[in-house]
Nanobody
Framework: QVQLLESGGGLVQAGDSLRLSCAAS????????MAWFRQAPGKEREFVAA????????DYAGSVEGRFTIARDNAKNTMYLQMNSLKAEDTAVYYC?????????????WGQGTQVTVSS
């Protein structure tokens, strides 16, 4: 089982940047594809970005492409989400997730989430 812990959330203003981190508990982290999801109040959880186990392949939701960058450091068992040009509509709880496959759904493991609030 993989345990995931997000960090880096906070309160920022529109246009600011923020970097989220997701630390994984297992050395086999490098064998998992990873992703970020988010859930805004009153809305369903939605896909944000995914990265393959090697880091060579990435996938972004249209709403964040060009503003967010997903990355991973397998030596540190950590994944990142660099968020630039933040908007009020980016406000949500952000979750990291792990899967054996590079995909947008069917993730096996989830973190507890970190709150991101963007004031306009």
């Amino acid at each position: 089982q993989v345990q995931l812990l997000e960090s880096g959330g906070g309160l920022v203003q529109a246009g600011d940047s923020l970097r989220l981190s997701c630390a994984a508990s297992r050395r086999t982290f490098s064998s998992y594809a990873m992703a970020w999801f988010r859930q805004a109040p009153g809305k369903e959880r939605e896909f944000v970005a995914a990265i393959s186990w090697s880091g060579r392949n990435t996938d972004y939701a249209g709403s964040v492409e060009g503003r967010f960058t997903i990355a991973r450091d397998n030596a540190k068992n950590t994944m990142y989400l660099q968020m630039n040009s933040l908007k009020a509509e980016d406000t949500a709880v952000y979750y990291c997730a792990a899967s054996p496959q590079f995909t947008r759904q069917g993730f096996n493991y989830w973190g507890q989430g970190t709150q991101v609030t963007v004031s306009s």
